[in-house]
């Protein structure tokens, strides 16, 4: 069965600091899609970022980047220069986006 | 509309009662998705609907649970016979063609608390 597992269910940093948020995943496919949303206290879910297995280069948007690790199943979220906007809750999410983890409630003090 | 909508955004009902979620996705998009978010839990799948095609109910924990699509837009999600366990966030998302690296457009959810 297909899994996706985040271990950390909280992390604090100040602000502008750099946070990592892990993710990681089984699967027997060997072509897929990975997602990290974020869910502000209003519930609505954002795309924060997205990698295709097949690509090597981990992707990257604005001061968001991913650590993808194909072999190891592993799929880090990095968080450069962290605001007070950035607390939320942040979910991995694999391929169709049927499978999330459990989330990491992100806390970004001033 | 210029978001996914869902209504009500808030809603309690008692044990046993039947409930009525609606999601009312960006207009245009085919796909459309239902999730249901307990407390401190990631994302449940429940039901998937891609433009004409019969919808994925593999989600769907019980046959409590139907849902539709009314001329490929807006979506109801019904719950007969509420029960405690039920009591959740219920998250509909859209996309443009549900491809499978596509982003989603998720509503605000409805919180549905049963007594």
């Known amino acids: 069965a297909q899994t996706v597992t985040q271990s950390q269910p909280e992390m604090s940093v100040q602000e502008a600091e750099t946070v990592t948020l892990s993710c990681t995943y089984d699967t027997s496919e060997n072509n897929y899609y990975l997602f990290w949303y974020k869910q502000p206290p209003s519930r609505q879910m954002i795309l924060v970022i997205r990698q295709e297995a097949y690509k090597q280069q981990n992707a990257t948007e604005n001061r968001f980047s991913v650590n993808f690790q194909k072999a190891a199943k592993s799929f880090s979220l990095k968080i450069s220069d962290s605001q007070l906007g950035d607390t939320a809750m942040y979910f991995c999410?694999?391929?169709?986006?049927?499978?999330w983890g459990a989330g990491t409630k992100l806390i970004i003090k001033p | 509309g210029a978001g996914v909508s869902q209504s009500p955004s808030n809603k309690v009902t008692e044990k046993g009662k039947d409930v009525e979620l609606r999601c009312d996705p960006i207009?245009?998009?085919?796909?459309l998705y239902w999730y249901r978010q307990s407390l401190g839990q990631g994302l449940e799948f429940l039901i998937y609907f891609q433009g004409n095609s019969a919808p994925d109910k593999s989600g769907l924990p019980s046959d409590r649970f139907s849902a539709e699509r009314t001329g490929g837009s807006v979506s109801t999600l019904t719950i007969q016979r509420t029960q405690q366990e039920d009591s959740a966030v219920y998250l509909c998302?859209?996309?443009?063609?549900?491809?499978?690296?596509?982003?989603?457009?998720f509503g605000s959810g409805t919180q549905l608390s049963v007594l």
């Open positions: 998302a859209s996309s443009l063609t549900g491809s499978v690296n596509e982003k989603l457009f």
């Open positions: 207009s245009g998009h085919t796909a």
């Open positions: 999410a694999f391929t169709y986006q049927l499978i």
